[in-house]
Each structure stands twice: as C-alpha cells, then as structure tokens.
Nanobody
C-alpha cells in the first residue's frame, strides 16, 4: 500500500511558475513509475509527466513539454513538478499516481496506475 499526498497548488498569473510536491509513504519507492496527471473542468484526466523511480527516465505530455520538469528526491521519497510559463489552460486539479511495474517507458494511461493522491488545485489567471 502506498499513500500519496500532493501539495504546492495555488493561484498564479499566466507566465508564472509553481512547484508541486508529491510525498509517498507506506513503502520506499523502487521498481515504480510515479506520474503527474491533471483534470481540468469538463475534461478527461490527462497525463502530464512521469518518471521511473530507479533510473529516472522521464516522459512528458505534449502540452507541457519544454515548460514542466519532473524530478524525484530518493531520500525524501518525494516527486516534484516544476511548472513554468504557466497558461490559463494549465488550470486543473493535479494528481500524483504510482504503480509498480517493469519496463523503462513511463505509462501514460491513467488505468496503468494503482495508487492516487487526493489532488491539488492549480489555477492560472489570465
């Protein structure tokens, strides 16, 4: 069992930056993928960025590539999402999710993930 707690959301102006954190507890992450998804109003849950915990291979959604960066802190069992050049369309609830799996490629389907956090709201004003 893994518990995930997101933090760092808030209100920011377009063009600004924000850093989200996802703290994992219950066990130490190792052979896992841990990922950010988001869900805006009236939208499907969308893959944002993810990382393989061992090896640190990353993958980004096309709408955030070049603007967002994800990284993990092994010692803190925590995943981060640094968001820059934010746009109003980035407004969403951001979720952290994780699953234990083999392979090097970060899964982008939400159905691949076992454990989810409660989400943190990010609002970007124009």
């Amino acid at each position: 069992q893994v518990q995930l707690v997101e933090s760092g959301g808030g209100l920011v102006q377009a063009g600004g930056s924000l850093r989200l954190s996802c703290a994992a507890s219950g066990r130490t992450l190792s052979n896992d993928f841990i990922t950010w998804f988001r869900q805006g109003p009236t939208k499907e849950r969308e893959f944002v960025a993810g990382i393989r915990w061992v090896g640190a291979q990353t993958r980004y959604g096309s709408s955030v590539s070049g603007r967002f960066t994800t990284a993990r802190d092994n010692a803190k069992n925590t995943l981060y999402l640094q968001m820059s050049s934010l746009k109003p369309e980035d407004t969403a609830v951001y979720y952290c999710a994780t699953t234990r799996a083999d392979g090097a490629m970060v899964p982008t389907s939400r159905f691949a993930y076992t454990y989810w956090g409660q989400g943190t709201q990010v609002t970007v004003s124009s």
